[in-house]
């Protein structure tokens, strides 16, 4: 199994963090449904582009943060973890100061 997803993502073995520019982000819960996931991806970006559009009006870009902010607690990119072993979130934290460290010095030719 590789661990690239792209030149500059890397997907850590569990699958449960792609890690761009040294830091992990959650994915998408693997056990949505592909229809599922789909809806919840266009209310995605739906909700980004009502953020785009709403510019100055902090009323209409409250709304629309809040929408960007649902879809990816749904999608499992926030919020609760998806997974169920008791493993800590380390959503957003440096991958060099996480357990994934040497792992990731092993893939990304950084040691």
Same mark, same amino acid.
């Not at 997907?11 to 992990?24: A, H």
């Not at 980004?48 to 809040?66: D, G, P, S, T, Y």
């Not at 991958?95 to 950084?110: A, C, D, H, I, Q």
């Given at each position: ?8 993502? +890397? ?8 890690? +761009? ?18 809806? /919840?991806?266009?209310? /995605? ?15 209409? /870009? ?42 990731? /010095? ?6």
């Amino acid at each position: 199994m590789t661990s690239r997803t792209s030149g500059r993502q +890397i997907l850590t073995p569990d699958r449960r963090y792609i890690v +761009i520019k040294g830091r992990l982000w959650r994915t998408t819960n693997p056990d949505l449904s592909q229809t599922e996931k789909e809806r /919840l991806v266009n209310e /995605l970006m739906d909700a980004r582009r009502a953020v785009k559009a709403a510019k100055n009006e902090r009323c209409l /870009l409250r709304q629309a943060r809040a929408k960007v902010n649902a879809a990816k607690v749904a999608l499992g990119e926030r919020g609760e973890v998806w997974w169920t072993d008791g493993s800590p979130d380390l959503n957003r934290k440096m991958v060099e100061n996480t357990p994934y460290r040497e792992w990731f /010095l092993n893939v990304s030719g950084k040691q």
